[in-house]
């Protein structure tokens, strides 16, 4: 499996971005996936889970519950992350993950978001 994220941008405190991850790969292993989440990673800080989907139970950091809700489209085979009310402190780097095929991970490129004052 193949993630492709984008959505990033330049958006003022208190806008709005919607992520996508786009999954490519093969059909079997792509429908084997139970497990994704988004990631932040904040500039001179570790990679940290912000949402997630685990057996169809959704998952949230405290940091970002009621802003964000994350979302998956089988039939477009896409991850989204919808950030609403952003903060300054939400900019940084966003990856995407998925497990599939049982304990294989895989990871999109990463993108950015830049919340301004």
């Known amino acids: 499996v193949q993630l492709q994220a984008s959505g990033g941008g330049l958006v003022q405190a208190g806008g709005s971005l919607r992520l996508s991850c786009a999954a490519s790969g093969r059909r079997t292993s792509i429908q084997s996936i139970q497990s994704m989440g988004w990631y932040h990673q904040a500039p001179g800080k570790k990679r940290e889970l912000v949402a997630s989907?685990?057996?169809?139970?959704?998952n949230y950091a405290d940091s970002v519950r009621g802003r964000f809700t994350i979302s998956r489209d089988k039939v477009k085979n896409t991850i989204d992350l919808q950030m609403n009310s952003l903060k300054v402190e939400d900019t940084g780097v966003y990856f995407c993950?998925?497990?599939?095929?049982?304990?294989?991970?895989?990871w999109g490129q990463g993108t950015q978001v830049t919340v301004s004052s």
């Open positions: 989907i685990i057996n169809g139970n959704r």
């Open positions: 993950n998925v497990r599939f095929d049982g304990w294989n991970n895989a």
